[in-house]
């Protein structure tokens, strides 16, 4: 079934949602909401990373801990984060039709601001810091007009937040003129923004898809964080919890299946580009509010971790449900159409965004939640860049990225290699992963009295996995490895290749349990072993059933044999 949620009253993590200084929908009838002066204190660092953030950072870097310092790596290989990046500040940016082109000299720059900004805070280097503090002065000094056809919107929403952000890292640092760049955020991006969401260009409320809102919100709540305005800040939190257009959360996920764990995510009927741009704009929004008290990430019933599931499960190759969504598009008075989306489309089905470490250390670590698709794809886009790591146009500059290194807060799972070990199952503990005599996988119990064969078939010595070496592949004692095939696990003979290495390879992710692991298809990555009916299948992660999560766990202990 669906649901089309009523929007219920706000969450936060503060005593309380400000609501005297905060801005709600009728309040946006202004064509300009001008801002009161801070109520509270604000975090800082507090937008999409805080002070304790920046000491994980460097110490993991230090220590050349995993995921870490594989994110590092990618950092400092990008050309954006080289010291010696020069500004190129232009008076008015241009994105749109009309005129040429120019905005791609500032997501340039704002790319280059962040990188250097976090090598300083990682490394301590100091002339990272000075890169980044010169290139924040040169454009706050220069820029005074965004401008441009529809799209100038999406300058001000996309490259407002992400300014802001290398901002607020830079705050207090020798020579960094706070002051000037706050006053580019209020008086250049913020306008256009806030004029977005009051007026959205003068279309229907309809037209513009969530991706448009959610980048203009991510501005606007940016800005106020950075210029300790709390009437920005409670403008950008009651938008997305109950504002009109289509970036407040019941618009941008308007169908909820609350029987399989999924909600649908507004653009996914358009493309999945969009898709995943629109989630990994309401997680920066999420992370900044989280930083400042606001939880919005679990706001109405975990409503955007149901989204997330959903978006990842469809990029994974899975079927997901679908209700018919129709797009009223144009403006009042001038034209119109409607156009009904059936299906979820398969373009750019699959895309890499630098998104979902973030998304994956929020729900799974930080909450303990069960998220097991949005999992798999950061397993996948690991490890994970940023600006100018996914290509030169726009769209590789639509999320500052790099949150495996930045958002991760716990070591991924590793298992010891060139050992024996029995797999035993979480929630029938006498029970281990083994295979029959017919090598079909099974689930097999096992005792001190089980004879020597059993206990043999219950034993595997954990090896780099044969298709991916950072995973892992299980040999049995005769030399062959479990594997999938048409789902089933089975114990097989290798034949070098490609197909079966990657049948063979396996994925270790934190089970139910402390100290168990869930084992994810290399191939598959939206599947894992799990057992069911006492067999072993590679199986469609289950985020409704209530045993599934025990029954694809498993603790590796001393073998049996």
């Known amino acids: 079934m669906t649901e089309r949620a009523a929007q219920p009253k706000g969450t936060t993590r503060r005593n309380v949602l400000k609501a005297a200084t905060g801005v709600g929908v009728a309040a946006l009838a202004s064509p300009l909401l001008t801002a009161s002066p801070a109520s509270a204190a604000v975090v800082h660092p507090g937008m999409l990373h805080t002070a304790a953030d920046f000491t994980r950072m460097a110490s993991k870097v230090s220590a050349a801990a995993q ?96 300014f802001a952000n290398a901002a607020e890292i830079m705050r207090g640092y020798s020579g960094f003129d706070l002051t000037a760049f706050q006053n580019l955020m209020r008086n250049v991006f913020y306008p256009l923004s806030n004029d977005f969401l009051v007026n959205h260009n003068g279309a229907y409320i309809t037209n513009y898809w969530a991706s448009w809102d959610l980048c203009n919100i991510a501005c606007v709540l940016a800005t106020g964080i950075l210029c300790d305005d709390q009437a920005k800040i409670d403008q950008a939190i009651t938008y997305f919890q109950s504002g009109a257009g289509m970036g407040a959360i019941a618009n941008a996920i308007p169908y ?45 019933s975990n409503r955007f971790m149901k989204a997330i599931e959903y978006v990842a499960r469809y990029n994974l190759g899975e079927d997901v449900p679908f209700t018919d969504y129709t797009w009223h598009y144009g403006a009042p008075g001038v034209w119109e159409g409607w156009q009904t989306f059936t299906e979820p489309s398969t373009a750019s089905r699959a895309q890499v965004r630098p998104i979902w470490a973030q998304l994956y250390n929020h729900y799974a670590v930080r909450r303990g ?10 397993k996948i886009v690991e490890p994970e860049g940023g600006g100018g790591d996914y290509g030169s146009t726009s769209g590789g500059y639509d999320h500052l990225g790099l949150t495996q290194l930045t958002s991760t807060e716990q070591t991924r799972t590793t298992l010891p290699t060139g050992v024996t070990r029995s797999l035993q199952s ?37 090896v780099a996995g044969l298709a991916d070496s950072a995973g892992y592949s299980l040999r049995a004692s005769d030399g062959r490895y479990l594997r999938h095939y048409a789902f089933r696990v089975e114990l097989g003979t290798s034949d070098g290749t490609d197909a079966f290495n990657e049948d063979a390879t396996f994925y270790a992710l934190a089970g139910s349990t402390s100290g168990s692991v869930r084992l994810v298809s290399h191939n598959f990555p939206g599947r894992c072993i799990r057992h069911r009916n006492y067999e072993l299948w590679v199986d469609t992660y289950d985020l409704v059933s209530g045993t599934f999560p025990a029954d694809s766990s498993f603790t590796p202990v001393t073998s049996w044999a």
């Not at 040429?100 to 704002?110: A, C, M, R, S, T």
């Not at 979480?426 to 119990?445: E, H, M, R």
């Open 67 to 162: 995921p870490w310092q594989d994110g590092w790596a990618v950092l400092i290989a990008n050309s954006h984060s080289l010291p010696t990046y020069t500004a190129n500040p232009q008076a008015t940016i241009y994105r749109g039709s009309g005129t040429p082109e120019n905005y791609g000299i500032l997501y340039n720059d704002i790319a280059a601001a962040y990188q250097n900004a976090l090598r300083w805070k990682i490394q301590g280097a100091g002339e990272h810091g000075n890169a980044a503090r010169d290139i924040l002065n040169a454009w706050s000094s220069t820029l005074t007009t965004l401008d441009g056809s529809a799209d100038r919107f999406l300058s001000s929403g996309i490259y407002g937040y992400e």
């Open 256 to 300: 909820v299946y609350n029987d399989q764990g999924l909600a649908q995510w507004q653009e996914s009927g358009r493309d999945q580009g969009h898709s995943m741009l629109g989630i990994g704009l309401m997680a920066s929004i999420c992370e900044m509010a989280w930083h400042q008290g606001y939880d919005l990430y679990g706001y109405d």
């Open 369 to 378: 939640l069960f998220v097991p698709n949005t999992a798999a794809f950061a």
């Open 426 to 462: 979480v929630n029938y503990p006498t029970y281990y992963a083994s295979y029959g005599n017919d090598s079909l996988g099974a689930l097999t119990q096992v005792t001190s009295s089980s004879s020597s064969t059993v206990k043999q078939q219950a034993s595997y010595t954990i």
